[in-house]
């Protein structure tokens, strides 16, 4: 979706401002809210492409004004709420009042913290051989969709360069709006940054991403 | 919204008023412990792992061993995610993780436009800058403008090349190894090595500033 997350590129919000021994959490609330959406992740609650776009649907206004951990704890309980584990009406009461679907890999509990601190592997096997080598010339496709995406706005319709290939990858576009994995080749794309920004561009810039297939097209 | 959320200050809070954001998180998390979907002592576990032992001195050791090995920096570059855990020196790194090795001729520096997206197992949890909208719409665009922000000055003919984490490959930069380190213990090497210099965002620090 074209929403306020997709920054790149975009003016005006000012200096970068680093905080000198800034700690992990600035308030009590920060862990729990991180905590909740690792364990609910791990077990198969939510998923990390469809807790991303839990974030970027929030209203522009409350995305831009709220911290980073308000973005995840709004979107987590509004997923919980839409995907019916967690009623509207519990939310408001503060306590459960009814019985939830179980998580597909059941209770979070101390046996699974080891397994949360290394992420898992998003390495699916192909469908298909890769469309692209590193060298290949290629375009960013121009697409808009208001669902889920990885392609951001500022390189769409640009063309770049292929540079590796990173395997095949579960496509977030499909597992963010629980319609399955649909793996895809990943490639490192790089572009000129005078492809990117026109004539003021820094002239020793190059930027890349990294894009799935159907992101691309041959030139 | 509530507006008790300050990213620059840490002040100690009156727990007599709990905001509105610490009212609903409090409420949530009793739901699903309710509901048998957690444990809470699981969820302790996660942050204490997360403010105790995984952090940017996992990154720095694996620079550090880089600077000083030259077959492990081969490999790092060529698979770090295979690299590093055949170190075994800290709990498993996942996969596709992308080590980007800075030059005299180039300058890497790592972004997440659309969201937030960082190597955890090396360097811990994003800082609130890497995660905001100042360093995620600059970064792709005027990175020398962003390195200013940090009091980084590189020559005007460094090649800048940006990564935009865009999907579950995740990058680490290896800064160069300082001048007048030789013989240095990778010990002493890694506290050379700063987080924002793994990020892009940052040089290590030279000999002279360890001993201030």
């Known amino acids: 979706m074209n929403g306020v997350h997709d920054m790149g590129g975009m003016d005006g919000f000012g200096k970068v401002e680093p905080e000198a021994n800034e700690p992990t959490f600035h308030e009590r609330w920060e862990g729990r809210v991180m905590a909740m959406v690792r364990a609910m992740g791990a077990n198969g609650g939510v998923n990390i492409d469809s807790q991303r776009f839990a974030r970027e649907s929030l209203p522009p206004e409350v995305y831009l004004a709220s911290s980073y951990y308000q973005k995840w704890f709004l979107a987590i309980e509004n997923q919980l709420v839409e995907h019916k584990m967690v009623g509207a009406d519990e939310v408001e009461a503060g306590h459960s009042l009814h019985t939830s679907p179980p998580l597909l890999r059941g209770p979070f509990t101390l046996d699974d913290v080891k397994r949360c601190a290394t992420r898992g592997s998003f390495a699916r096997e192909p469908q298909s051989p890769a469309a692209f080598k590193p060298g290949d010339k290629v375009r960013a496709r121009n697409i808009n969709p208001v669902t889920h995406t990885r392609l951001p706005r500022y390189v769409r319709g640009h063309v770049g360069t292929v540079e590796r290939i990173n395997g095949c990858h579960v496509f977030p576009d499909s597992n963010a709006h629980g319609k399955g994995d649909h793996p895809q080749w990943l490639y490192t794309v790089v572009f000129d940054a005078h492809e990117l920004w026109g004539d003021d561009a820094d002239p020793t810039l190059k930027v890349s991403i990294d894009a799935f297939e159907p992101y691309l097209e041959r030139l | ?212």
Request: aromatic share 6%; net charge negative.
């Open chain 2, 1 to 212: 919204m509530a507006h008790d959320h300050d990213h620059h200050h840490h002040h100690d809070h009156d727990h007599s008023e709990l905001s509105e954001t610490q009212l609903r998180v409090r409420a949530l998390e009793t739901i699903l412990t309710e509901k048998g979907y957690v444990d809470p002592k699981a969820l302790d576990a996660i942050v204490e792992m997360y403010e105790t032992k995984i952090g940017p001195r996992n990154g720095a050791a694996v620079v550090a061993k880089a600077w000083t090995d030259p077959a492990f920096k081969q490999a790092l570059l060529a698979d770090a995610t295979k690299a590093i855990n055949a170190l075994g020196h800290f709990a498993r790194t996942g996969d596709h993780l992308i080590a980007v090795e800075n030059t005299p001729q180039r300058h890497n520096m790592v972004v997440c436009t659309l969201c937030s997206c960082y190597p955890w197992e090396m360097l811990g949890l994003p800082p609130v800058w890497y995660k905001a909208a100042p360093y995620r719409s600059r970064a792709v665009k005027d990175p020398r403008g962003v390195l200013a922000d940090f009091g980084v000055t590189l020559a005007k003919d460094t090649e800048i090349r940006v990564w935009d984490s865009t999907a579950e490959t995740r990058f680490l930069v290896l800064p160069m190894r300082p001048a007048g380190t030789e013989g240095w213990s990778e010990d002493k090497l890694a506290e050379l090595v700063t987080r924002d210099s793994m990020i892009g965002t940052g040089l290590p620090k030279a000999p002279a500033e360890l001993k201030r």
